[in-house]
């Protein structure tokens, strides 16, 4: 790989970032405030690349004789996967393999009043649920967005994956589905349900750790959202 080669490699990959910060593919692989990050890693790649071909032009001519091995042009393959292939967001597969990462907060605010639903994240009623006994959620209708995932025993669950900063190193957090449950539910299916508190409790099969339950009151599928993980997990 000569300079040359070098040099557009590393355009394409700070372009290929730029695309992905300035759109919502980023999403995939970073949480929402990583977005500044990967712009200046784009920008930086793109002057390097610029600087690397400037350099290349400028250096005497017996310097472009050295040749790299050609094993470096499997530097391309992770350039090419990002160019060409948009990976879905974690989904069930992930999530029926991955226990539940539900942690306690440091504290339970009250949430704000009203009659019509509130809208709570999955991670939000899962620790209020367990943690805080339901003690603001009771008599309350809720409103949580979440895929659906099923255990080994067709046990349907709503769940939301976390992030602490990638993909990588995404976790689930998962509540129990109990009340008007839709009859056929399929896996990735994101659902809308209103419900309401119930103490009932059971634990994930994966690694045991508490799963509260929800009762659904009524429920309707919704496309994905912009940003299919919940940076809400571990507030």
């Known amino acids: 790989m ?65 040749r790299e091995p050609r094993v470096s042009w499997l530097l391309t393959l992770p350039v090419l996967a990002l160019i060409l292939v948009a990976p879905p967001a974690l989904g069930s597969y992930s999530a029926s393999h991955t226990g539940t990462a539900l942690t306690k907060p440091f504290g339970f605010p009250a949430l704000p009043a009203g009659d019509g639903p509130l809208r709570l994240a999955v991670a939000d009623y899962a620790s209020r649920a367990v943690y805080d006994k339901g ?11 979440g895929f659906v ?23 689930p957090v998962k509540i129990a589905l109990t ?7 399929r896996p990735d299916t994101w659902l809308e349900i209103t419900g309401r508190y119930t103490p009932r409790r059971t634990e994930d099969p994966v690694n045991k750790g508490p799963v509260p339950y929800v009762e659904v009151v009524s429920s309707r599928p919704v496309p994905p959202p912009r940003d299919p993980y919940d940076e809400t997990w571990n507030s």
């Not at 603001?136 to 209708?141: C, Q, S, V, W």
């Open 135 to 145: 003690r603001f959620l009771k008599g309350r209708d809720l409103r949580i967005t």
């Open 149 to 171: 995932t099923l255990d080994r025993t067709g046990t349907p669950y709503l769940v939301r994956m976390g992030l602490n900063c990638c993909a990588a190193d995404a976790q």
């Open 2 to 66: 000569n300079r040359l080669a070098q040099s557009a490699l590393l355009f394409l990959l700070g372009a290929t970032l730029l695309h992905a910060g300035t759109t919502d593919l980023y999403l995939r692989y970073v949480k929402e405030g990583l977005r500044p990050l990967v712009l200046l890693a784009g920008v930086v790649l793109i002057a390097t690349a610029a600087a690397t071909l400037h350099y290349d032009r400028r250096a005497p001519a017996r310097a472009h004789h050295h």
């Open 179 to 185: 009340g008007a449950v839709p009859p056929v539910l």
